[in-house]
């Protein structure tokens, strides 16, 4: 599943709810060889919960998307694309229990 902390991984949020996998695979693709598109579905509806995960090979190709994506349209929608990151909260249990 999706593991933060990777430098290749970005998160991207806004999207358009009709956006799916492969219009996200098409669009970031033009950056670099992507190893996994994960777009995040409600459980009860399968429709897209607005926000995503990509992975690419390279951090550096996922670093050049991230800059120019970030604010672009997508599907009429402006989206923000940062790099992932563990949720804060994570950061706040000790290690080693």
Do not use: G, L, Y
């Given at each position: 599943m999706v593991e933060a902390d990777s430098p290749g991984k970005l998160f991207i949020r806004g999207l358009n709810t009709e956006t799916n996998e492969k219009a996200l695979e098409a669009v970031f693709g033009k950056y670099g060889r992507i190893v996994e598109v994960y777009l995040m579905k409600d459980c009860e509806t399968n429709k897209s919960r607005g926000f995503a995960?990509?992975?690419?090979?390279?951090?550096?190709?996922?670093?050049?998307?991230?800059?120019?994506?970030?604010g672009k349209s997508l599907d009429g929608k402006a989206?923000?694309?940062?790099?992932?990151?563990?949720?804060?909260?994570?950061?706040?249990?000790?290690?080693?229990?």
């Open positions: 995960f990509i992975t690419f090979e390279i951090p550096a190709d996922a670093k050049d998307a991230a800059r120019d994506m970030n989206i923000k694309v940062e790099q992932a990151t563990k949720p804060s909260f994570e950061s706040d249990f000790p290690q080693n229990i």
